[in-house]
């Protein structure tokens, strides 16, 4: 039995004059055990899935198991069974760090010394700020925090609705150990995420965009599939080249990635030819490195794909 199955869900959003697709008869499962990435912009439908699947809100079309529960006719027992941790921050601001935790795990008739094992290890980084107001800690605290009262009453799936967006670079690589350690007390987890190197550090992703799933496999998976040489560029007028080298036939796509453009040729002899008219448009400086395509560079190709 699958942790989490997912089987053609659709939901739409009514308009004045229109309707939004916000999914697409989605598919997937999701092992038991195993640290699942929803990876896509804002906007892709990654919140409303995981609203479908929390049984705040039911689907158009399709179906959906949580832990072998039918999200609709027993989401009763999902509800026992899950922790969900919502993008935004949920608990409550004027009560304080304890009195939050102590409160959820009431809901779930626990209490904290009883699970405080699966909980100590992000605990401890917050207790010394046990009596302070939840609207008064820092980001990264907040964050923990929630985590702390989505695991207290040991469930057996995690959602984590992009859980790390507007959080510190060393909070966010803290936050992804814990769910690592998480991982090895038998909890199953989704997590959602705008940021696409946060895609190497779970078993296996879902690209989404508009609503639609591009692919699914291993990170790796998804990289070996890239299957063209990738460019690296750089000049010191970076716009301006990047715009010159769209309009040329010999260029099959060209995006900015932060310091340089990434570059995909539509043959072999295409460089040379691309070089020399850089360099006669007076981009004397131009240089090209060969690299690995990373996920982000496969979810553009596969946007790209998606669109043709």
Same mark, same amino acid.
């Given at each position: 039995m699958k942790a989490v199955s997912v089987n053609a869900v659709s939901k739409?959003?009514?308009?004045?004059?229109?309707? #939004?697709?916000? /999914?697409?008869?989605i598919s997937f499962d999701v092992n038991r055990g195993e640290l699942f990435g929803l990876i896509g912009p804002d906007g892709a439908g990654k919140t409303t899935l995981f609203r479908i699947l929390t049984t705040l809100m039911l689907a158009d079309k399709g179906s959906a198991e949580v832990d072998g529960f039918d999200v609709v006719s027993q989401f009763k027992e999902i509800r026992k069974r899950i922790g969900y941790m919502p993008g935004r921050f949920s608990l409550y601001q004027d009560l304080t760090?304890? &009195?939050n935790l102590a409160f959820f795990a009431t809901l779930f008739n626990t209490s904290i010394e009883e699970n405080y094992e699966l909980v100590k290890d992000i605990y401890v980084? #917050? &207790?010394?700020?046990?009596? !302070?107001? =939840? @609207?008064?800690l820092s980001g990264g605290m907040k964050q923990k925090l929630a985590l702390s009262c =989505? /695991? #207290?009453h040991k469930p057996s799936v995690l959602f984590l609705d992009e859980p790390t967006t507007g959080v510190d670079t060393v909070s966010r690589k803290e936050f992804w150990e814990l769910l690592r350690n998480l991982q090895k007390q038998n909890i199953t987890i989704l997590v959602s995420t705008p940021y696409m190197d946060e895609a190497s550090l779970c078993d296996r992703v879902a690209l989404i965009q508009e609503g639609k799933i591009l692919d699914i496999d291993s990170p790796a998976g998804i990289t070996h599939k890239f299957g063209k040489p990738l460019w690296a560029v750089r000049s010191r007028d970076m716009y301006n080249v990047m715009i010159q080298l769209r309009q040329m036939d010999e260029v099959a796509s060209c995006y900015p990635f932060g310091q340089e453009h990434h570059l995909v040729f539509k043959n072999e002899d =295409? !460089? =040379?030819?691309?070089g020399a !008219? /850089?360099? &006669?448009? @007076?981009?004397?400086?131009?240089?090209?490195a060969r690299i690995e395509a990373g996920i982000e560079d496969c979810f553009m190709d596969l946007m790209k794909a998606e669109k043709v």
């Amino acid at each position: 039995m699958k942790a989490v199955s997912v089987n053609a869900v659709s939901k739409s959003f009514k308009q004045e004059k229109s309707a #939004i697709e916000a /999914l697409k008869e989605i598919s997937f499962d999701v092992n038991r055990g195993e640290l699942f990435g929803l990876i896509g912009p804002d906007g892709a439908g990654k919140t409303t899935l995981f609203r479908i699947l929390t049984t705040l809100m039911l689907a158009d079309k399709g179906s959906a198991e949580v832990d072998g529960f039918d999200v609709v006719s027993q989401f009763k027992e999902i509800r026992k069974r899950i922790g969900y941790m919502p993008g935004r921050f949920s608990l409550y601001q004027d009560l304080t760090v304890e &009195e939050n935790l102590a409160f959820f795990a009431t809901l779930f008739n626990t209490s904290i010394e009883e699970n405080y094992e699966l909980v100590k290890d992000i605990y401890v980084q #917050i &207790e010394k700020f046990k009596t !302070r107001k =939840a @609207g008064a800690l820092s980001g990264g605290m907040k964050q923990k925090l929630a985590l702390s009262c =989505a /695991l #207290i009453h040991k469930p057996s799936v995690l959602f984590l609705d992009e859980p790390t967006t507007g959080v510190d670079t060393v909070s966010r690589k803290e936050f992804w150990e814990l769910l690592r350690n998480l991982q090895k007390q038998n909890i199953t987890i989704l997590v959602s995420t705008p940021y696409m190197d946060e895609a190497s550090l779970c078993d296996r992703v879902a690209l989404i965009q508009e609503g639609k799933i591009l692919d699914i496999d291993s990170p790796a998976g998804i990289t070996h599939k890239f299957g063209k040489p990738l460019w690296a560029v750089r000049s010191r007028d970076m716009y301006n080249v990047m715009i010159q080298l769209r309009q040329m036939d010999e260029v099959a796509s060209c995006y900015p990635f932060g310091q340089e453009h990434h570059l995909v040729f539509k043959n072999e002899d =295409a !460089r =040379a030819i691309v070089g020399a !008219r /850089l360099k &006669e448009a @007076g981009h004397t400086d131009v240089s090209f490195a060969r690299i690995e395509a990373g996920i982000e560079d496969c979810f553009m190709d596969l946007m790209k794909a998606e669109k043709v």
